[in-house]
């Protein structure tokens, strides 16, 4: 279904990866797999572990264009994109001002509401929250989330105000902002973007309470269901639904999003990841195989899609 990519053209590569976020280790992973990928297929790729000296590092290699397998602050926010902006070195992904927002889940959930998207009813969550009230107010259960994280990190359930509250202590100690989602108990599923097309959904399964840190990366009984249940009819609304959320968004080449159901079955957005991980266990590799391309077309076909925001 996605057309091949050719091999030749691309100059040379800088892969980057590590980074100093808190998944700097799920990055070298996926960094490093992206890059032996890319040799390969005969690409002239190298790959650079990204510190604060990136600007300096990147003047002297002088890519042709930048493979961004970063996650997190520092890689997947917007500021290494600008930066490549100024450089006039082409990149992967979302540019400047769609990383940054797909990095806030507020700011996301403020504009796909605004938009009629939808996405669970959530609040902002401050030393001023009512505790009692705001938990009421969304149903009596939620997901407390930084707003700025990935990886599940400082994400907890609350059932109480006394749980609210040491909740929200604990996310604001990873700073961005806290928010409070509504507890969706429904199915869980992601949909991979590659250029303008939706992959095949995957559904998530974990035995845990949430698709947590462990359930993402360490557990082995975390279940990934593709094809994933869904009648045709709806696996297409989603697939569609995902689209519009990641394009509302301003992004771009690649990403993924995620959704739930709630209990009476409606989809919900959670959030957009702008640069998913890319170990090859990893969702999106995982979709695009169910779409008959193996991790090497995948990697090329990301790396077509590179490209500048082209402000100057
Ligand atoms: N409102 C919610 N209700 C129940 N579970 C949730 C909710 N929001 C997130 N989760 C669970 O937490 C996981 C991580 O949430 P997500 O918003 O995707 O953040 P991230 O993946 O960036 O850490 C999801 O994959 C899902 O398992
Ligand atoms: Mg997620």
Redesign the pocket.
Known sequence: MVAATPTSGFGRVAVLYGGMSAERDISLISGKAVLQALQQRGVDAVGVDVGADIVRRLDSLRPDLAFIALHGPGGEDGTLQGALEFMGIPYTGSGVLASALAMD?MRTKWLWRGLGLPT?AFATLTAATDWEQTLAELGGSV?V?PAR?????G?ARADTPAELEAAWREADRLGGGVIA????AGE?YTVTILGEQALPVIKLETDRG??DYEAKYLSDDTRYICPCGLTAEREEALQALSIEAFHSLGCSGWGRV?A?ADSAGQLQL??VNTIPGMTTHSLVPMAASAAGMDFGDLAMFILATARREGWT
């Open positions: 889940k669970a997901m989330k994280e990935g990886s599940s990190l994400m989602e509504a507890w969706l869980e949430f698709y995620d739930m959670l959030e």
